[in-house]
């Protein structure tokens, strides 16, 4: 008898075996791909120059933009905002699936009654209570529960990645909004001195000093003006009208929105902060569990090869009346039963090994994750510094325009140079303006994209 209960027990553990053999620790290697590469990124970051100064080391994506306008918008948008609201009921729905699985483990109970009539008999009642519970013996419900609490997990970073988003994207909302109101009033200013030369060359063309061709000139740059104005006056409108989008309240009038004529400082997330780490990523953390919860679920679908275990017991009683059906006189029994899969087509087999595939998948899911975060810290840094020099350069550059702009006019009004040469030293000025608004403006918000990409955000 001993010698047949070893051997049982040996075949057992021989299947538990070959339950959980063949697979890889995909989890681990992720883990490993994440060490090397932040290590990497650290190597890449110390070699990158660091602004002078001492600034608070930014935590969250909203410490690197200090406008405390912006943050009722914020607020509004984290209450409104459809797609947020959307990651949110699917984290609940994760939770309402996390108590299902968590079910499964416990005994479940059922209660039954119901009247028979046959012709030539009176009427029977038969009432009766099943309790029922599988054994977790080889913990593969458990294991289907973990896997549960990990797609939490999952959809918990997958709401934190949208409300980096969200926030990132009322930051640049505003950054735009900002942008074209300063692009606006350079074409504005353009304008006003296009109608004001217009203006003396019409007089000079009045008294004979000038020539049709450059009145034609003088009204063709100022139509020309015009137009360019009438469509940055559109473009502020629908700046604010996105902005309003990601809060979620169509109805507000965008007159409400006031933004400063120049740029709010944006903190370079590297200045301050001696250690970068991609950890803090949601989509790096929402990839990572999603392999975890594949590799419990690949547990478990080897697991369920094996022979299962359950207990039930049950009263049960069956009488003339109703009253008498209620247990009055019950009977009841109690079964303990093992089973075991022995032939279902392949059906175990296939569906172990789609597991294991959709492991290795979540896996790869996650190395291109990684990638995409490296490749976007190392983008963003680059930019910072390419958009540095660039500002540099466009500053200089304004500064020799705008002493060009004033030598022309005085040139000018002595006749020592032409209408002609007058404007063009005046549009290249307002040109290399605009240029440099638009550069820093791409480098504001490539600040917020570093932000990002380092994995600052906001609090959940």
Known sequence: MTFRYSLASLILLGLAGCATTGEADFATQANNSQNIAIQQLDERVEQTPRALGSHQAPNRITDLINVPELEQYLTTAFANNPSLQQSIVALKIAYAQEGISFADQLPTLTAGFSSEKTEGSNESY?????????????????????????????????????????????????????????????????????????????????????????????????????????????????????LLLLTGELNAPVTDIQVAADFPQILNPLDSMSVQDLSGRPDLQQAFFNIEAESLRTDAAYKAMLPSFSLSASLKDMAETPSEALFANPLWTALGQISAPLFQGGKLKANAEIAEL?????????????????????????????????????????????????????????????????????RQAYDVEAQLTNTTYQRLLNRIDLGLALGLGVNA
């Open 126 to 242: 038969n009432a009766d209570l099943t309790v029922s519970w599988e054994l977790d013996v080889w913990q593969r419900l458990s294991d289907v529960t973990a896997a549960s609490q990990k797609d939490v997990a999952a959809n918990q970073a997958n709401l934190q990645n949208a409300t980096n988003l969200l926030a990132a994207n009322i930051m640049r909302g505003w950054l735009e909004i900002s942008v074209n109101q300063q692009l606006l009033d350079i074409e504005q200013r353009r304008l006003a001195i296009l109608e004001n030369n217009e203006t003396l060359v019409l007089e000079r063309y009045q008294v004979g000093l000038g020539t049709l061709e450059e009145l034609d000139n003088a009204k063709t740059n100022t139509a020309s003006t015009r137009a360019t104005v009438a469509q940055y006056q559109e473009n502020l409108a629908q700046s604010k009208r996105s």
């Open 358 to 426: 959709t492991t290795e998948q979540s896996y790869w899911a996650y190395q291109e994750t990684l990638l995409t975060a490296v490749n976007e810290v190392e983008n963003a840094i680059g930019q910072e510094s390419a958009l540095a020099q660039q500002q540099q350069h466009l500053s200089t550059s304004l500064t020799s325009a705008k002493r060009s702009v004033v030598s022309y006019e005085e040139k000018y009004r002595q006749g020592l140079v032409d209408i002609f040469d007058l404007l063009t030293v005046q």
